[in-house]
């Protein structure tokens, strides 16, 4: 289907729907969740090679799999390719009217079960907010997915923090988590975590890795890597990389499967897949799980985990609790038990992307079952429990960023299970964090663009 447009007569994402209502509907089942509900992946995406018809064609049939993406080849007739292709590209060729002008008007009055709220602008013009971490004087450290990280003063001044080591900021990668030392008024020590590589021949391999250093000013001083997730890979997806201290000082950490979904995560002589625990130097605390099993890495506290972009701390039972992206369906809620084993690939309630199936099992002996998942894919980022008094009808609830759906995901915990959900600030963006901060206030980062927003409940006007 051809269509005809000029630089003044633009088509909306609606308009583009309609005319392929086939490769809309598909497109939000298995593609929505790496690329955005309408193609925002794409905003900013340089085209070395062009997006012609015949390109994205090859691309979707092949995939690519240093990428994390999967040929589609099998689950398209030919007509069904070239389909999606147009569909793809006239969204590219649109995105100059892409529907950000349909954002929620950050002044309306947002309105839920129990309580109504306003938004005020924190923080603007980012790539992808990826870490927040408040410091005790007021101040914010905002890690960018770019590769900057950013000390936001108390006045709403934007300043670069020098000395961040270089990052790889491609696919999935770059500069990721910041999170401050329990000690942090004392030791001034900061932790990020980022997608390091290295050079092997002609390829550019990558990892995950976690370093510390001391914040003076506006600078990172004596900068040390205190973790490398090993194997390096050509991938350049599933890095993880959540950062949480616990309340005896150890910290907490999600490494991805790096794309390697048969092997990795069920195997403990690799880092991917798996959550890790290791005290503030890096070094392995003496009764982690697998610290006499031979063959094991020392530092992996439990298994089996596909990507989780999502580690906190409990605020009552101190016990770590994750989140996960499944593949098409699948993502997971899981409270991280010493040694245990989660299942990845073995079950899941999912498929692959492009409607197979990889398992027929969702459950196994010795494995764990998810506190709570979601059919179809939500594809979280980032989570936090609702503490304090700003939010007195929210306390306890956790929060869970969507990237898929664009909203916040709200979940009502009891005893240790969720028993209701409600969705907060739809079509808001990608939600990429979600954190509260030291004033007991909701912050919230989006990306397509990067922004962070705080939630004022009417009471607190």
């Not at 109504?116 to 980012?126: G, I, K, M, S």
Request: glycine content about 10%; some cysteine.
């Amino acid at each position: 289907m051809k269509s005809e447009k000029t630089e003044t007569n633009l088509l909306a994402s609606a308009e583009i729907d309609s005319m392929y209502p086939g490769a809309a509907e598909y497109y939000q089942m298995v593609c929505a969740g790496c690329h955005g509900n309408k193609v925002m992946a794409f905003v900013d995406r340089e085209w070395e090679k062009g997006h012609s018809i015949e390109l994205l064609t090859a691309r979707i049939s092949e995939g690519d799999e240093d990428d994390g993406m999967p040929p589609f080849a099998d689950a398209f007739s030919e007509t069904e390719l070239i389909e999606m292709a147009e569909y793809i590209n006239l969204h590219i060729e649109n995105l100059s009217v892409y529907d950000f002008d349909k954002r929620p008007n950050i002044k309306q009055v947002f309105q839920s079960k129990e309580l109504n709220y306003t938004l005020e602008l924190v923080a603007d013009d980012l790539d992808s907010p990826w870490g927040m971490a408040f410091l005790p004087e007021g101040q914010m450290l905002i890690s960018d997915r770019n590769g900057i990280l950013y000390l936001r003063k108390e006045d709403g001044s934007m300043r670069e923090i020098e000395g961040v080591p270089e990052v790889l900021n491609e696919g999935q990668g770059g500069l990721m988590d910041v999170e401050l030392h329990p000690d942090y008024k004392e030791n001034g020590l900061v932790y990020i975590s980022y997608s390091i590589f290295r050079k092997d021949d002609d390829d550019i391999l990558s990892s995950t890795a976690i370093a510390r250093a001391k914040l003076q000013g506006n600078k990172l001083e004596k900068l040390e890597v205190i973790f490398e997730a090993l194997p390096y890979s050509r991938t350049r997806h599933h890095y993880g990389c959540r950062l949480e201290f616990d309340r005896e000082g150890y910290l907490f950490f999600s490494v991805g499967d790096r794309g390697n979904r048969d092997r990795n995560p069920q195997e403990l002589d690799n880092h991917c897949g798996k959550i890790h625990r290791i005290k503030d130097d890096g070094s392995i605390p003496e009764d982690n799980p697998f610290v006499e099993t031979e063959g094991a890495l020392p530092s992996i506290y439990s298994y089996g985990h596909r990507n989780p972009q999502g580690v906190i701390l409990h605020p009552e039972t101190g016990e770590i609790w994750t989140h996960e992206h499944g593949p098409r369906g699948g993502d997971e809620i899981n409270i991280i038990r010493p040694g245990a084993n989660y299942g990845w690939p073995v079950i899941s309630y999912g498929i692959n992307y492009d409607g197979t199936i990889f398992t027929s099992m969702t459950e196994e002996e010795g494995m764990e079952q998810p506190l709570h998942y979601w059919v179809p894919s939500i594809a979280p980022c980032g989570m936090d429990f609702i503490t304090g008094n700003i939010y007195p009808q929210w306390k306890g609830n956790l929060l869970v960023g969507s990237l898929k759906y664009e909203y916040l995901h709200m979940c009502k915990i009891e005893d240790g299970k969720v028993v209701d959900e409600e969705l907060l600030l739809k079509n808001i963006g990608r939600v990429r964090n979600v954190k509260v901060g030291l004033d007991g206030y909701i912050y919230v980062a989006i990306e397509d663009p990067g922004r962070i927003f705080k939630l004022i409940p009417e009471e607190a006007q």
